[in-house]
């Protein structure tokens, strides 16, 4: 189980990050939701050292990373999918699969996994050796994702995997989500969203302006009034 416990993150004089606390049991889609600002992205990248918190606990299978370098990170099984998909341009959508086995060295392993990848994402099996600045931006974020699962993660940390694409593609994203996880990958979600996150979701946290106001189920959080209005635009 990945847990966070009273984390603290400053940028400057903003208080990013203000003591926040929450579970990801292995197994399981968690989610966070919240506007623009409340802290979900922040969140992601200090548990992946990207962002250096102040203070507070990071605690992976009972070890614990807080301050631990990326790679290492990393390498203990938590991969982020970035916000925007940060793919590499030049390279082609094979290289870029390459690139996120990095720090693997069983071959036979690798390779099964790219099959797995393009069996999820047949579209980037037609395009291999195609440059990954080419594609479409739903195409770019099934690479993105794509690389991170070429890391053979444990956790896989997704940040804001259906911003900008069309409704049919995210709908394809979701998908893939649940389809990942049924696998046995914990998925630890970002979205703004709500809905579709929230319909994956076995646990919802509810942030705003740093600080996590509540949590729930994902049902429970659909048909809480607060979430319904402030993030469905229900009266």
Sequence with gaps: MLSIKNLSVHYGGIHALRG??????????????????????????????????????????????????????????????????????NLSVDENLTLGAYARKQMAEIEADRDRVFGLFPRLKERY????????????????????????????MMDEPSLGLAPLIVGMIFDIIRQINSTGVTVLLVEQNAKAALDVADTGYVMETGTISFSGSGKELLADDRVRKAYLGEA
């Design 20 to 89: 926040i606390s929450l579970d990801v049991p292995a197994g399981k889609i968690v989610t966070l939701i919240g506007a623009n600002g409340a802290g979900k992205s922040t969140t992601l990248n200090s548990i992946m050292g990207l962002v250096k918190a102040d203070s507070g606990a990071v605690n992976w299978n009972d070890q614990d990373i807080f301050g631990a370098k990326t790679k290492s990170i990393v390498e203990s099984g938590i991969v982020l999918v970035p916000e925007g998909r940060r793919v590499f341009p």
């Design 129 to 156: 050796k195609q440059k990954a600045g080419t594609l479409s931006g739903g195409e770019q974020q099934m690479l993105a994702v794509g690389r991170a699962l070429m890391s053979k993660p444990t956790v896989l």
